[in-house]
């Protein structure tokens, strides 16, 4: 080959790389990652004890990508049980197979076996996470997923210096698996609790025994971090702060917002947040520390009152002090005022040319769901009772959801399995009355066990007001998670909601749109969103002993009328449906055996 034909030949590899390129960058790039899950001991509070975690560490990897990028998961299970994994926040277009939630989208990973996760990236940039999403092994299996703006793009602020990962978590004494197991069946209604909280794995200075491996990042005076902020806690909404230094919060479940700016945060489980932070105080070291909201009962005092803390260290030559200054604007745990501020109506969309807004006007489906404590008969089942013949329960509308086993919801949907589910969840509550009144009989607590979905149409727009209740005097905030969609918060109030009256406040011009919002204790949430994403979606409390008990239901989004607009065909080798060997509620009948296989976990 002559020279000008090589010549040739090489501009044209350089013109096909220049097109991959930018077909690339429209597409959005491809990454892989393998998870490999294992038993690890880890000594904390001075008490070793073996976890399930991935590739042998708490949290687990970060998955970075770009905007528009789409990342494969091996998922290797070395563990002794079934698990599943669920990409937060994640939409997924028109790929319900790999959103994770056990039972509803998919049958557990069962231990010696591998599945690959196809992780599509859409709309999302900022922070979400990854964790399980069967029984409560996502207290150890979760980490963070940060999305960059799209190649050639930039925050809509100005650039950090740098920035960091805050994952809170929560740390139990014993096995977790084991405990868990044990209390489904014998554990006298209740379920396991934690002891403390962590920071990035580590309970922090104020922990037996933690001193040395508290989490600590360095600063240096004068510069401006992006702190993305996680709260991975099982059970538990946070309040959380940084001493002497306000707090910018610019993004919320990978949505910017106008920027607020506040000295403590509020943040339930499942919420992520992208934070600015400028370090303009004395040099020195500084505690970041968070403790539990505790929004039930008043006189309770059973709840775990661990304050976790990290530190800030600045760069620099000073006396380092014997103690670092601790955030007195972090909220007590009872402190309903602080909870109160951090409010719905501090949070809007940027609602600018390149982070429009599109809130649904023409309302098609309304639906009015309670969400509530609640009681179960356990006529013809065996399970432990609060008195003869009743189980403590959590409900939406009066229906305890009941996970299909031992299969799940999408593929009976997909291949119109009968017998699996049904289609009757109620858009209202069986009877309405004083929600938020503190003398509710229990008559009112009863609730139905059922896998009832409901069924929208393909491009339906969406009003769910979801109310809270005082049913046991256990009303408390409820952060609502919705797989497969971001929703927008178009209202929030406290108090029974007025169908007639409150509409009037909802801000229709710039709401947050996030995938997880809190219901305020005795109050409603009011969240507006468009059933575009074609698949089986769940929905449900992110406090999990609720969403155990059963707060929590379906959505199916039917297939629009084009290839384009219908659920992809799942993917090779999903993984095989079998019972598990634990249950909290089991059919009883006693004629055959076959009988006890189990209903729900």
């Known amino acids: 080959m002559d020279f000008k034909n090589k010549e040739c030949l090489l501009n044209v590899i350089g013109f096909l790389f220049l097109v991959a390129q930018c077909l690339s960058m429209v597409e959005g790039e491809v990454h892989y990652y393998e998870f490999v899950l294992a038993e690890k001991n880890f000594t904390k509070l001075c008490n070793t004890t073996s976890k399930l975690v991935v590739n042998g560490s708490i949290p687990g990897p970060i998955i970075q990508v770009h905007k528009g990028d789409t990342v494969f998961v091996n998922v290797h299970n070395q563990g002794y049980y079934g698990v599943t994994i669920h990409w937060h926040g994640v939409k997924q277009p028109r790929n319900p197979w790999s959103d994770g939630p056990e039972y509803i989208t998919q049958c557990p990973i069962e231990p010696g076996s591998n599945f690959t996760y196809e992780v599509i990236f859409s709309t999302e940039e900022g922070t979400l996470w990854w964790h399980a999403h069967s029984d409560w092994?996502?207290?150890?299996?979760?980490?963070?997923?940060?999305?960059?703006?799209?190649?050639?793009?930039?925050?809509?602020?100005?650039?950090?210096?740098?920035?960091?990962?805050?994952?809170?978590?929560?740390?139990?004494?014993?096995?977790?698996?084991?405990?868990?197991?044990?209390d489904l069946i014998h554990g006298d209604n209740d379920l396991p609790h934690s002891i403390a909280y962590t920071i990035n794995g580590e309970p922090g200075d104020l922990g037996a025994c933690s001193k040395e491996t508290t989490y600590r990042r360095v600063v240096d005076h004068g510069k401006t971090y992006l702190l993305r902020l996680v709260n991975a806690v099982v059970s538990a909404n946070m309040f959380f702060a940084i001493a002497e230094h306000n707090l910018t919060i610019v993004g919320m479940d990978a949505s910017y917002i106008k920027p607020v700016t506040t000295s403590?945060?509020?943040?339930?489980?499942?919420?992520?947040?992208?934070?600015?932070?400028?370090?303009?105080?004395?040099?020195?070291?500084y505690y970041i520390a968070a403790r539990q909201l505790w929004s039930q009962q008043e006189e309770l005092d059973g709840f775990d009152q661990f304050n976790v803390t990290a530190i800030i260290e600045y760069r620099g030559n000073y006396t380092i002090p014997l103690s670092p200054s601790f955030p007195s604007t972090l909220p007590s745990y009872k402190d309903l005022t602080a909870a109160r501020k951090f409010s719905a109506s501090l949070f809007k969309s940027l609602a600018s040319k390149d982070h429009p807004v599109n809130v649904p006007l023409n309302i098609t489906t309304r639906m009015f769901i309670t969400v509530s404590m609640a009681k179960i008969k356990c006529e013809n089942t065996t399970c432990t009772a609060l008195e003869q013949g009743i189980m403590l329960a959590a409900s939406a509308n009066n229906i305890s959801w009941n996970n299909p086993v031992p299969t799940d919801v999408l593929l009976a949907y997909y291949r119109n399995i009968s017998g699996v589910y049904t289609t009757d969840f109620p858009d209202q509550p069986p009877y309405y009355y004083n929600f938020t009144s503190y003398e509710l009989p229990d008559t009112m607590a009863i609730a139905d066990l059922g896998s009832k979905v409901k069924v929208l149409n393909y491009n339906e727009a969406v009003e769910i007001v979801f109310q809270g209740t005082n049913i046991f005097t256990g009303s408390e905030y409820h952060p609502m998670h919705l797989h497969g969609h971001n929703f927008y918060v178009v209202g929030s109030g406290y108090g029974n909601y007025n169908n007639e009256t409150d509409p009037k406040s909802f801000n229709l011009v710039d709401p947050v749109a996030v995938n997880t919002f809190?219901?305020?204790?005795?109050?409603?949430?009011?969240?507006?969103?468009?059933?575009?994403?074609?698949?089986?979606?769940?929905?449900?409390?992110?406090?999990?002993r609720h969403m155990t008990w059963g707060m929590a239901a379906v959505f199916i989004v039917k297939n629009g009328g084009t290839a384009e607009t219908s659920i992809r065909k799942p993917p090779p080798h999903l993984p095989p449906c079998k019972f598990p060997l634990e249950s909290r509620v089991q059919n009883n009948d006693g004629s055959d055996g076959k009988e006890n296989q189990p209903i729900f976990i």
């Open 264 to 285: 403590y945060i509020m943040i339930g489980p499942g919420q992520t947040m992208d934070i600015l932070l400028t370090a303009n105080q004395t040099l020195g070291h």
């Open 137 to 182: 092994t996502r207290a150890y299996v979760h980490g963070a997923i940060v999305i960059l703006p799209t190649i050639g793009t930039t925050y809509p602020f100005p650039k950090p210096d740098d920035e960091d990962i805050i994952i809170l978590g929560s740390l139990y004494k014993a096995n977790l698996k084991d405990e868990y197991d044990f």
């Open 518 to 544: 809190i219901v305020p204790k005795n109050g409603w949430l009011a969240i507006r969103f468009v059933a575009n994403n074609p698949g089986v979606w769940f929905w449900h409390c992110h406090i999990d």
